[in-house]
């Protein structure tokens, strides 16, 4: 063995046979692979050994420096209670600072969502309806942006089933977003935002039930919640408008119409029940080009699920929609409609939930990203 390579411990140099202990017991991961000379060293390890352990002296010096005493101080005849120091403290979500949910990780990979440059205006929007300014639909409002519907559960088997039920159901629940459990921050999409104030209406369901519609769901907030966005077609409605294709509703100031249907969504778990659509009055003209340009949008229920017929797909009277407000389809114009992120509120009605919040129909959740993205 080179003098290089020889281990000691206050003055006393180990033999071949307390170092392979001590290697064995301790630094498994520095032991030389199968075949190679038994207890060498290289450079790189030797400078592992002398990190790992503060009192050791490697090499031929007589003289050994005065270390102060600590807990990393080894007994050779105690190798069985040495236990490795703690170089790198392990982390934790408690952590974080929850004054600061907007902080991201700093994502580059290729194809990461980014927010828009512009996304103050969005940011804006959320504070006038954090303020209570803005209550109304957001049909129309934020063109560019993405918005999303609003479900929060217990954690639990429902929300499971939920997760499950949107895995199962893109068409109508597609997936943008899901918070970590009790927290009602989403920075992933939406810097600085609060999902219990950020959304201009609230609903909440109990037992299957509407209960009532709130402004702030602060106290209703369970701590134990999980909160999903899902995409909405509200998301398309500024490519559409640069299309100079109409939005019927929003010019009427008017929410959109949403329906019932006979289309089943695939079951998951204890949720179960039919797809809800919305719908717009398109002149006849300009259908193809709004389902070429919806049928980008995937994360925002793409294109129509029906175009012209309402019959088709169980409505029986367009004119007095579940939710929303109805508009005439004029001369000219064509119903087109749509997979809706209201679908969840009815599936939780149908599958009788203990307990949700949502978005109120047609009041939606403003994100920083922009519409278009991965179209």
């Known amino acids: ?37 038994q207890n060498t060293f290289t450079p790189d ?25 600590s807990n990393n101080t080894i007994d050779i005849r105690k190798l069985h209670e040495w236990v490795a ?28 969502p980014k927010f828009r440059p512009d996304a103050d205006l969005a940011r ?18 934020c063109p560019g942006f993405l918005q999303c519907n609003l479900v929060v559960l217990p954690q639990g088997p429902v929300a499971f089933d939920f997760l499950l039920f949107c895995q199962r159901n893109p068409k109508a629940c597609p997936l943008i977003d899901v918070c970590d459990v009790g927290s009602p921050f989403a920075p992933g999409v939406a810097k600085g935002a609060d999902l219990r104030t950020d959304v201009p209406k609230y609903a909440i369901y109990r037992n299957g039930e509407l209960e009532e519609e709130v402004n702030d769901v602060t106290d209703h907030w369970p701590e134990q919640s999980v909160a999903f ?16 294709i109409p939005l019927k509703s929003a010019e009427q100031g008017k929410n959109v119409p949403m329906y019932n249907t006979n289309l089943p969504c695939r079951p998951a778990g204890s949720l179960k029940g039919n797809m809800v659509v919305s719908m717009k009055p398109i002149p006849a003209m300009q259908v193809a080009k709004h389902v070429e340009i919806t049928s980008k949008y995937a994360h925002a229920h793409g294109g129509p699920v029906s175009v012209g017929s309402a019959d088709a797909i169980g409505i029986a009277d367009i004119n007095n929609p579940e939710w929303g407000d109805a508009i ?15 679908t969840p509120q009815a599936i939780l ?8 919040i949502t978005h109120s129909a047609g009041h939606m959740f403003v994100t920083d990203l922009p519409s278009d993205m991965g179209v």
């Open 85 to 112: 120091p703690q170089e790198i403290e392990e982390y934790s979500p408690q952590q974080e600072d929850d004054s600061k949910p907007e902080e991201q990780n700093a994502l580059n990979w290729y194809g990461m």
């Open 45 to 69: 390890e030797l400078e592992q050994l002398k990190k790992a352990i503060p009192s050791l002296q490697i090499g031929a010096r007589e003289e050994v420096k005065k270390q102060t005493q």
């Open 124 to 141: 804006e929007f959320r504070a006038q309806v954090r303020s209570g300014e803005m209550t109304t639909p957001t049909n129309g409002v």
């Open 328 to 342: 005439d389809v004029g001369p000219g114009e064509v119903p087109v409609f749509h997979a809706c992120g209201v």
């Open 229 to 244: 966005l899902i995409g909405c077609s509200f998301s398309y409605d500024g490519a559409l408008m640069n299309a100079d």
């Open 1 to 37: 063995m080179s003098e290089a390579s020889k281990i000691r411990f206050a003055g006393t140099t180990l033999t071949k046979e307390e170092q392979r202990q001590l290697l064995q017991s301790i630094l498994p991961a520095c032991q030389p692979q199968e075949g190679t000379p």
């Open 349 to 356: 009605m149908e599958s009788k939930v203990p307990f949700a």
